[in-house]
């Protein structure tokens, strides 16, 4: 692994991890801003349908209750107050339905669509049997039964009593003879039970208890024998009492058939229209609304299922899933933020070591470099990056000094034997001065003077071209190593400067992840509002139950003062109290998921701030490797141009070997020129000449050395004779 990065690009490994991050902190942000969204449309849902409905709801059933209650109110009381309580109520109970008709479009269950529209078709008619059952009460028709006996029955039986009493007024007027003693016995009776029975009926009209339906029966059997027994006493009756008698006979057949009519119509539900109208029209349709609104009741007589049951479940559902894709996301938050550090932390810890450790040896070896320590070996120059390439053209620069070193060595040891050679040559020379002094003064002065310079010169010059040659070359290859080494710390600086560029462009994207991060903290923290909102919904909610509540008691108390006729008002308000504590319940738990999300979202937003210190952290770090980079990139074009400098010497230096090798060639010239001037001696020469042939011989073969090799302290002729003379 590490060899396979150590064969890669210092830019490539940069991009590599700087793709790594931002592509972690992409996906982070990526995520984050999809699960925020979704968060924030599930809010959205809860606030703008959600809630509205399930609080809508809540007030259509409990403005439902309350027409109810106030209706029967007005129908006990007959106080004009309950009227306009009810209009009140359906004011609010219209108005909640118009919002209730514009969330339906946004309804996602067709068969919660389907119920609201019965049900606002049911609420039409629902009113319409109230102002129906309002309208006929406190009318003579409102009480059939009170109505026929009120119309019928009851003046017959004043008619008859008036008639019965007009009898016993006369009668006191009579002479009390026993006979009609017993005939004014007999009209009390008649007139006691008429009495009696008449009021037993109005009783029985009134409670409808069969009890009272019994006792009516005695006081009119009773009066109907009294009638018959006067009607066995006719001769004791006056004219006038005669007529009354007859006028009695007549209403009480008359009346003999309505007390049957008014106990069947007593029986019936109809004998009390209003309520007969709420039980029969109002009530079911009550119901049925209740039913597609609250849910049918179930064994335990709790109701589910409706239209407000669906939205509450769902309202606590979304509750629910919210706080879940909340804490998801949270975790989420924190496993990223941990990968993002673990990998930051190993990128960061990878691309320096790789980076840093071979430029610290590459320095550490130049330095022995520049100490004069060719051992070193370089190992750097076996990567296969840009420090790799820096490597390899220090390590040729190594051969090259080592190579001039071995040169030049090579050179001291051919000078030195030279140097012997000239040492020998020296002896032979002078060993022929003296054989030869004849022969030499023949030629003369000049010619020996001429010959010695000429030689002196032709040795020089080959000489100095050979050095001079090797010195040219020695500078080619200084040169052309000088202009690698540029070439390379040229090649070092541009790396240096795409580095900078490169960790410049990874502090614009970690900025830019601080900007995306700061926003979604903002995102955030609108969350944290959007569920404090909900919170005052709920507080709403449990308002209205509260409300609810309040309403079932004062229909609880309204109900006992009914009486019997208030049994139902009272079972509907045990109803609207169990509804209303059902609502207080399900609130306080939307409350308690409200509060978890509020908790949630403040950690989300604690762990979105955590997460934006790092990148400014992050920002820091890379700031500082910048500065680094750039005095980096400084010392290496100092390098750069110091070996520019060095490569312009050296150039200089093959100029000016040029030039010496070009009066290297002019002293051959001269050379032999004189050497022709000697040539013009040669007939004298003649005789030196092979006496130098016998010389050069000698030298060859160094007999002149051995001649005197017994002598180990020998170093040439002018050792020699400074030797003797000591």
Known sequence: MFKSIANTGIRTRLLGGFALICGLLAATVIYTVAAVSDISSRIRTVVDQRAPVAIASTELVGNLYSTLSTLRGYLLTGDAQGKRDRAAVWAELDRTAAAVDRMAEGFSSPQNKTNWSEARTLMAEFRKAQDKAEAAAFTPSAYPASELLAKEAAPLISAMFAEITGMIDEEEALEATPPRKRLLKTFADVRGNLAAAGSQLRLYVASGEAADRDKFEKPLATFRAALASVGTQTDLLTARQ????????????AFIPLPQKIFAIRQTPQWNMPVFILSTEAAPRAARILDLLDGRKDADGKRSGGLKSDQQSKLADDARSVADAVERLLLLQWILLAAALALGATIAILVARSITRPIIELVSDSARLSGGDTSVEFRTAERGDEIGVVSQAVAKFRDNVIAQQRAAASLAREAEAREAANRNMEGAVEEFRATSRDLLALVGENAGTMRQTAESLSGIANHATSQAASAATTSEQTAGNVQTVAAAAEQLA?????IGRQIELSNTTVRSAGEVTARSESEIEGLAHAAQSISSVVDLIQAIAAQTNLLALNATIEAARAGEAGRGFAVVASEVKALAEQTRKATQEIAQHIVAIQNATGSAVASVKEVATAMRRIDEVTAAIASAVEEQGAATREISQNVQMAATGTQT??????????????????????????????????????????????????????????????????????????
């Not at 008698?245 to 209403?251: D, F, Q, T």
């Not at 541009?494 to 795409?498: Q, R």
């Open 242 to 253: 005669a007529t009354a008698y007859r006028a009695i006979v007549k209403a009480n057949e």
């Open 494 to 498: 541009g790396s240096i400067v795409e």
């Open 653 to 726: 230096l093959a100029t000016s070997i040029g030039a010496v090798s070009g009066a290297i060639a002019e002293t051959n010239r001269s050379a032999d020129e004189v050497m022709g001037a000697a040539n013009h001696v040669a007939g004298a020469a003649e005789r030196l000449a092979a006496e130098v042939q016998a010389f050069f011989v000698r030298l060859r073969t160094g007999p002149m050395d051995r001649g005197k090799s017994g002598d180990a302290d020998y170093h040439g002729p002018e050792r020699r004779s400074g030797r003797n003379a000591a």
